[in-house]
């Protein structure tokens, strides 16, 4: 018996999502620099990991690694990148969220994370469904799925 997710979630979705929250939890400024480095590596790693995986999903890319590994290796860099930026806003949140009086503000920051994961993830499979039906009924009527309409 396989069980099925809710909004036509996979598994991985549900996984990605938890993961996200989890690495929101850890606050940065409170790292040593090794630590931080450690924790820019796993953010970093899991990215690369979520777009590896993602790219693999798409027929074209699926068979082309070199291309396929391009891209990952590009936006892991992106992710190393944009880390200092990421915690400077990482930052400003904590302490709105302390400003405003909540008592546990990694926790709500990390539900917070996990949350728009999980919509994101559902945005993009609605997306899928819609083009799978587009192309489905292009199938249909013999036309290519991205056939412009006949102009008259």
């Known amino acids: ?5 809710p909004l036509g979630l996979r598994t991985a ?16 400024a ?12 796993t953010v ?3 990215t690369g990991a979520t777009v ?6 798409d027929p074209e890319l699926r068979t082309d690694l070199a291309r396929r590994a391009g891209f990952t290796a590009g936006v892991v860099g992106l992710a190393y990148g944009a880390a200092e930026l990421g915690e400077r806003l990482d930052a400003l949140t904590q302490r709105t969220l302390v400003r405003w009086g909540v008592r546990r503000p990694r926790a709500v920051m990390a539900v917070a994370g996990a949350g728009l994961a999980l919509v994101m993830a559902v945005v993009d499979r609605r997306a899928e469904n819609a083009a799978a039906a587009s192309g489905t009924a292009g199938a249909a009527t013999g036309e290519a799925p991205d056939a412009a309409p006949p102009t008259h």
Do not use: I, K
């Open 52 to 57: 590896w995986v993602g790219l693999g999903e």
């Open 44 to 46: 970093a790693g899991f």
């Open 30 to 41: 409170r790292r040593s620099p090794v630590g931080r480095f450690a924790l820019r590596t």
């Open 1 to 5: 018996m396989t069980s099925q997710l």
């Open 13 to 28: 979705d549900v996984v990605g999502a938890a993961v996200t929250g989890l690495l929101t939890l850890p606050d940065p």
